[in-house]
């Protein structure tokens, strides 16, 4: 039996969208598993590494930025996206100018940064809070906004309940492995 010890591989993703829409949670959750109901408003780290056993012995890392409390200033700047891998883009269901502003966030992404190859950071579109009932986008909705606007995927989640976490950022890790 042959084992193969491939070179690790970093990548930096960051995760953007409007204030509360649970960015910071969803970070939590995939890093830690956890879920705290408090909201921690600027307070937090600024990011965090989660490491994943990948195909083939393969271990990937994830620098996952957090934009902690930034975000309801102002735009983020080029020092921030400099040598982004990946990106999420995150809103609120139950809050449609949230669902709204991705638009800005995404070109806010594409106008300050591209891969190294001048391709477009690969970027996920992420409905979060699918445990509430108040639903205020329609799926139908976002189906056609995420090809229209050239996200790689979109997926609803829970950073509460845990749903979809682990699939979304997946799915983007196999995109960024492509691109490699
Ligand atoms: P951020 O400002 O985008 O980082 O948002 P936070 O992660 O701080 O979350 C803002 C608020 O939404 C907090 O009260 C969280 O507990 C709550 N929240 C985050 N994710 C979810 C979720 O998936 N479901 C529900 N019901 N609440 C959530
Ligand atoms: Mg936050």
Redesign the pocket.
């Known amino acids: 039996r042959r084992s193969r010890i491939l070179p690790e591989k970093l990548f930096k993703v960051i995760i953007i969208?409007d204030?509360?829409?649970?960015?910071?949670?969803f970070i939590q959750r995939y890093v830690q598993n956890s879920f705290t109901?408090e909201?921690?408003g600027t307070v937090g780290v600024d990011f965090a590494l989660k490491v994943v056993h990948w195909y083939d012995s393969q271990v990937v890392k994830l620098q996952l930025w957090d934009i902690a409390g930034q975000e309801r200033f102002t735009w983020m700047t080029r020092v921030y996206y400099k040598d982004t891998h990946g990106c999420v883009i995150m809103f609120d269901l139950t809050n449609k100018n949230s669902f709204e502003n991705t638009l800005k966030w995404k070109k806010d992404l594409d106008g300050k940064c591209t891969l190294s190859d001048g391709s477009p950071v690969p970027c996920m579109l992420l409905a979060?809070?699918c445990?509430?009932q108040d639903r205020k986008v329609h799926q139908a909705d976002i189906e056609s906004f995420h090809k229209e606007n050239n996200f790689i995927g979109w997926t609803e989640t829970?950073?509460?309940e845990g749903l979809m976490v682990n699939d979304s950022m997946k799915f983007l890790i196999e995109v960024m492995m492509q691109h490699e």
């Open positions: 969208g204030p509360t829409v649970g960015k910071t949670s109901k909201y921690k979060n809070k445990d509430l829970s950073a509460k």
